[in-house]
């Protein structure tokens, strides 16, 4: 998008806008009869208020509701991707590597158990780092460079959040379940020589991931994942639930569409 063009859709946009509001256009478009249409929000205290839909001719109602389909899910999907994804591409690698890399040959079966669970969370979070970083790069050198939003670009957006939604389901699941073991392992690696040798960052951390098993359990309960022993299976189940939810947010959101009328 041009200078120009950016001008031109922000003029159109402000005179829509109540005075206490902001206002933004997105730099990506979805064609719709030849024609770009971009979002724009308007803004109040950090929070979204409404949209509008403007291209640099003519807006048309139909062909509006038509690219809102496609650029408001792929809005919401990628800012949720980036808000979530955050977290964890904080974590520092070594939170996982410093503690595994302790023997707990000695140790009883729990602890055992404890190690291996944590283990299996690393991997979980390789995953979703892993997960994060190869869409922010497709966002970031793809999409934000073409500008134009296809089929296979919203696409790709919801399989990226339907395997976030099920990397965290996966990662909530075991820290509950396996939470007074993987206690066990943080308490028996106290014990070891090694421990100083951690630092403080992962000793901080391995000591409170199993963190408030009550607030786990509701974070667990608000994903709504269907589950399958199969995780093929539950991605698939999760990923036709997630295109139907998403449907009718969308279809929900119209009645906040400020423009065109």
Same mark, same amino acid.
């Given at each position: 998008?041009?200078?120009?063009?950016?001008?031109?859709?922000?003029?159109?946009?402000? &005179?829509?806008?109540?005075?206490?509001?902001?206002?933004?256009?997105?730099?990506?478009?979805?064609?719709?009869?030849?024609?770009?249409?971009?979002?724009?929000?308007?803004?109040?205290?950090?929070?979204?208020?409404?949209?509008?839909?403007?291209?640099?001719?003519?807006?048309?109602?139909?062909?509006?509701?038509?690219?809102?389909?496609?650029?408001?899910?792929?809005? $919401?999907?990628?800012?949720?991707?980036?808000?979530?994804?955050?977290?964890?591409?904080?974590?520092?690698?070594?939170?996982?590597?410093?503690?595994?890399?302790?023997?707990?040959?000695?140790?009883?079966?729990?602890?055992?158990?404890?190690? $291996?669970?944590?283990?299996?969370?690393? &991997?979980?979070?390789?995953?979703?780092?892993?997960?994060?970083?190869?869409? &922010?790069?497709?966002?970031?050198?793809?999409?934000?460079?073409?500008?134009?939003?296809?089929?296979?670009?919203?696409?790709?957006?919801?399989?990226?959040?339907?395997?976030?939604?099920?990397?965290?389901?996966?990662?909530?699941?075991?820290?509950?379940?396996?939470?007074?073991?993987?206690?066990?392992?943080?308490?028996?690696?106290?014990?070891?020589?090694?421990?100083?040798?951690?630092?403080?960052?992962?000793?901080?951390?391995?000591?409170?991931?199993?963190?408030?098993?009550?607030?786990?359990?509701?974070?667990?309960?608000?994903?709504?994942?269907?589950? $399958?022993?199969?995780?093929?299976?539950?991605?698939?189940?999760?990923?036709?639930?997630?295109?139907?939810?998403?449907?009718?947010?969308?279809?929900?959101?119209?009645?906040?569409?400020?423009?065109?009328?």
């Amino acid at each position: 998008m041009t200078d120009q063009t950016t001008q031109l859709l922000l003029k159109k946009v402000k &005179k829509q806008k109540k005075w206490t509001e902001g206002v933004f256009v997105n730099p990506v478009y979805w064609m719709v009869n030849g024609k770009p249409y971009y979002m724009a929000g308007f803004i109040k205290n950090n929070q979204s208020v409404a949209t509008a839909y403007v291209t640099p001719g003519e807006e048309n109602r139909e062909e509006a509701l038509e690219a809102q389909r496609h650029l408001a899910l792929f809005g $919401d999907l990628s800012i949720n991707i980036f808000d979530i994804g955050t977290d964890y591409l904080k974590i520092n690698a070594a939170y996982f590597t410093k503690p595994l890399s302790i023997s707990v040959s000695a140790a009883d079966p729990a602890v055992h158990e404890g190690r $291996d669970a944590f283990a299996e969370l690393w &991997k979980i979070q390789q995953n979703l780092s892993s997960l994060i970083k190869d869409y &922010k790069n497709y966002y970031e050198n793809d999409v934000l460079i073409r500008k134009e939003l296809t089929e296979e670009d919203v696409q790709k957006t919801l399989e990226t959040a339907n395997l976030l939604t099920l990397y965290q389901y996966l990662n909530l699941k075991i820290l509950l379940e396996k939470n007074a073991e993987i206690q066990a392992f943080a308490s028996f690696l106290k014990t070891t020589d090694s421990w100083n040798g951690l630092g403080q960052e992962p000793q901080k951390f391995v000591q409170g991931i199993t963190g408030n098993t009550e607030k786990m359990q509701k974070n667990l309960s608000n994903l709504n994942v269907v589950p $399958d022993a199969d995780f093929e299976k539950m991605k698939k189940l999760n990923f036709d639930k997630m295109v139907a939810d998403n449907q009718k947010i969308i279809e929900n959101q119209r009645q906040h569409i400020r423009y065109p009328q």
